[in-house]
């Protein structure tokens, strides 16, 4: 079994709203989103075709996928519409002190 361990990324105010940053932890790829003052992490690959989430169009807690209008919550990482059929994995986040952390 793998140890997931928590890691200080980003500040807090360096992800702002409907504006996704791209992160690596390790050799992860993670895209955090900032929906109404709460900060999420999912993959930052689609599930469909390799494009990079955090090029995507985020409205609220929907992010489109950049290549081929695909959808996902970025809250639970599910697909909302086709073409995109597999969820995106989310990482658990945690913000203290104006950090944000997020465990892999």
Known sequence: MTDKSWHEVLDESAVVENEPVRIY???DEIALFNVG???FATGN??????????????EGEVI??????????????APLCPPVIEPLPTYEVKVENGKIFVKV
Do not use: N, W, Y
């Open 25 to 27: 932890v390790d050799k």
């Open 37 to 39: 003052g709460e900060i």
């Open 45 to 58: 690959i689609c599930t469909h075709a390799m494009a990079s989430m955090h090029d995507g169009i985020q």
């Open 64 to 77: 489109e996928c950049p290549l081929h209008d695909g959808k996902f919550d970025v809250r639970t990482g």
